[in-house]
T-cell receptor, first 116, second 108 residues
Framework: GAVVSQHPSRVICKSGTSVKIECRSLDFQATTMFWYRQFPKKSLMLMATSNEGSKATYEQGVEKDKFLINHASLTLSTLTVTSAHPEDSSFYIC????????????FGPGTRLTVL | SQQGEEDPQALSIQEGENATMNCSYKTSINNLQWYRQNSGRGLVHLILIRSNEREKHSGRLRVTLDTSKKSSSLLITASRAADTASYFCATSGNQFYFGTGTSLTVIP
């Protein structure tokens, strides 16, 4: 099956720094990637929809200047958490959808962000 | 965010019993997937069922899909303590949904 990777899997940073998380589709081209955030013992919360070559669409309540998304190629989307604060600590998961609009959504393994 | 609904939210059973979780969604789909997530870990893909399928089996897992009711169920037979995890459904189609999850605890 299709594989989506995320890097890094785990990151610890100091408050005020920026952290970049990569999401890659390894064996297929993804026109659309989704970024989710998961709080402890909760379901995934959709943050934004990222389309290759265009601006991301953010869900209500998600600050676009705080969570910068770049989908520069058909296999890579990045999420940058800018000026991170402890409340940004969370599990961030991406998913990718192939070129066909009926394709399945494949999830990455997630990135654990801890902001000290 | 757009999400499907799952029930129950939490389920606790004895080892050896069967566990059934349900997922409901809102629009037409092309397929539905079930995922498992151990505490603090990433999602693990379990099974995919397409909209033209009604039932699918994989080992101790049995998934059903009723597109007329926009619902799916995941049955885990002969549960084991290692099955303790959260289980989510996700749908693909004109829109994408991710379920709220069922937390399953299997007591040894």
């Amino acid at each position: 099956g299709a594989v989506v990777s995320q890097h890094p899997s785990r990151v610890i940073c100091k408050s005020g720094t920026s952290v970049k998380i990569e999401c890659r589709s390894l064996d297929f081209q993804a026109t659309t990637m989704f970024w989710y955030r998961q709080f402890p013992k909760k379901s995934l919360m959709l943050m934004a929809t990222s389309n290759e070559g265009s601006k991301a669409t953010y869900e209500q309540g998600v600050e676009k200047d705080k969570f910068l998304i770049n989908h520069a190629s058909l296999t890579l989307s990045t999420l940058t958490v800018t000026s991170a604060h402890p409340e940004d600590s969370s599990f961030y998961i991406c998913s990718a959808v192939g070129l066909s609009s009926t394709d399945t959504q494949y999830f990455g393994p997630g990135t654990r962000l801890t902001v000290l | 965010s757009q999400q499907g609904e799952e029930d129950p939210q939490a389920l606790s059973i004895q080892e050896g019993e069967n566990a059934t979780m349900n997922c409901s969604y809102k629009t037409s789909i092309n397929n539905l997937q079930w995922y498992r997530q151990n505490s603090g870990r990433g999602l693990v893909h379990l099974i995919l069922i397409r909209s033209n399928e009604r039932e699918k089996h994989s080992g101790r897992l049995r998934v059903t899909l009723d597109t007329s009711k926009k619902s799916s169920s995941l049955l885990i037979t002969a549960s084991r303590a290692a099955d303790t995890a959260s289980y989510f459904c996700a749908t693909s189609g004109n829109q994408f949904y991710f379920g709220t999850g069922t937390s399953l605890t299997v007591i040894p």
